[in-house]
């Protein structure tokens, strides 16, 4: 028999994940990566997205991560903005989205290996 969940326990079990229950001991850079991306087309919008999820968040540790390029806006998930971690990858401004060993890292050194034909993807 399978356990059916009821509607406000979806919803929990969909909420505390991306820690939009209770705020969470971590920082900006971590809980970015941890969501493997936060929605970014306002400007603003990753601020209060940070201040909802953690306990301790200083908008000025966003505003350095971003200067300091270890946080990018780009467009990712059905091309939405999001605001994502950078891994830098050698001399310039060339780097991949995503912290080291993450998904998103995967697929952005996939991308930096050049245009790829439907047949080369699969």
Partial sequence: MTDVLRRRELNRATLAPQHLLER???GA???????AGMQSQAPLAPYVGL????????????STLTEQREVVRI????????LA?????????RFAV???????LRVSEAGLAGPRSRSRVR
């Avoid at 467009?75 to 999001?82: A, E, G, N, P, S």
């Avoid at 995503?98 to 998103?104: N, R, T, V």
């Fill in 75 to 82: 467009h990712l998930m059905r091309t939405t903005v999001h």
């Fill in 24 to 26: 969470a001991p971590a």
């Fill in 29 to 35: 850079l971590d809980m970015i990566e941890h969501l």
């Fill in 98 to 104: 995503g912290g080291a060993g993450s998904p998103l």
């Fill in 51 to 62: 201040w909802t999820r953690l306990r301790d968040f200083a908008p000025d540790s966003l």
């Fill in 85 to 93: 971690g950078a891994l830098h990858l050698g001399p310039g401004w």
